[in-house]
Each structure stands twice: as structure tokens, then as C-alpha cells.
């Protein structure tokens, strides 16, 4: 995986999981150094709750017998939980300081699955699907999930395709983008 156990803690976990056992299982998942632990922790999760999309990311990413297509496999059953559960927090986020910090999480997931799926449809031969997934990350994302590469993995897809007019346009943006950081 390409966060540190750090990112994922900060951007898979929150106040709202205490006293749930399987979140509780998944943060220290996180933070587990062996994969094989890593592993039977996430499937212990999802045998707690079977709703549970965060380890389900952890399965997709690190399973060592997963091709693309099972990783995308499981990735697909991440989003479906993960949109549920973004929905359910969504409707609640503004009761407490705990349902705001549970939608942070379920949206972090969301996004995080989704650049998933595009790498994974681009690792398929979909650039194509993969540019518009990557192109709808960028425009939703937030300045705190910019360590997800998002734009450097849309112009990668760009240039495989060999579709430079589009990387001038992408780097442009992110140029004018840039420039309006640097006067704030």
C-alpha cells in the first residue's frame, strides 16, 4: 500500500469506533507490521460485521493471491458498503462532534475506494474508464486527500493514452491552482 499506517489511521478510523469491536480490530490492523496479521485481522472484522469496508480494503490491497480483477472484485463490495454507510452518516453528521468525525471517516473511504477502482481499471487496460473516475476524484476531493496523487495518476492514464492536449489542460489547472495557494 502506498499510505503509511499513519495516513490510514487518520483517514480509515475515528472517535466514533470506539467500543465497536470490529473498527476497533481494523485500527490496530493499521498499524500491524506483518501482513499475514494484517490479514486474518481484517477477516476477523468482517466476521464481526460483514459491513465492515475498511477491510475489505485491507483485503484488496494486500492478499497476496488477489489479481487486479479480485482486487477490483472486493474493492466493488468495499464502495457498495462504504456508500451505505456514507449515506446513513451523512443524515446524521450534524447531531454531535462523533457523527461529524464518522462521516470525515465514511468519506475518506469513499474517496479512497473510488481512486482504487480507477487504478485498478486503468491496470485493466480501461483508461478510458479510468480517466473519468480520476477526473471526478479531482474535482471532489478535498486538500487534505492530496496524498492520493489524484492528478498525478489522471495524467499518467492521459499519457498512456497519449492524449497530451488533455495533460496540457491538467497541468495547467493544477499550475493556476498553485498560484492561488502561493498569494493566500
Known amino acids: 500500500m502506498n499510505l503509511s499506517a499513519q495516513d490510514h489511521q487518520t483517514f480509515f478510523t475515528c ?9 476497533e480490530i481494523m485500527q490496530t ?5 506483518n501482513p499475514g496479521a ?3 485481522a ?6 464481526l460485521n460483514p459491513e465492515c469496508a475498511t477491510a475489505y480494503i485491507l483485503l484488496a490491497e494486500e492478499e497476496q493471491s488477489l489479481d487486479i480483477q479480485e482486487a477490483e ?4 463490495e468495499a464502495f457498495r458498503i462504504a456508500e451505505t454507510n456514507y449515506r446513513r452518516s451523512q443524515q446524521l453528521q450534524h447531531q454531535n462532534a462523533l457523527m461529524e468525525s464518522q462521516h470525515r471517516r ?4 469513499m474517496i479512497y475506494i473510488r481512486r482504487r477502482l480507477a487504478m485498478c481499471a486503468r491496470k485493466l487496460g480501461r483508461l ?6 480520476f477526473k471526478d476524484l479531482a474535482k471532489e476531493v478535498p486538500p487534505i486527500m492530496n496524498v492520493l496523487n489524484i492528478h ?10 497519449g492524449n497530451y492536449a488533455d495533460v496540457q489542460a491538467v497541468l495547467a489547472k493544477i499550475g493556476r491552482a498553485s498560484d492561488r495557494k502561493s498569494v493566500v
Open 42 to 47: 481484517a477477516k476477523e472484522a468482517i466476521g
Open 73 to 76: 472484485t472486493k474493492f466493488r
Open 15 to 23: 472517535e466514533a469506533d470506539a467500543g465497536k469491536p470490529e473498527y
Open 106 to 109: 465514511d468519506t475518506n473511504v
Open 128 to 133: 478510458k474508464e479510468a480517466v473519468k473516475m
Open 29 to 33: 490492523a493499521w498499524r500491524e507490521r
Open 38 to 40: 494484517r490479514i486474518k
Open 152 to 161: 498525478e495518476n489522471l495524467l499518467e492514464c492521459l499519457l498512456e493514452m
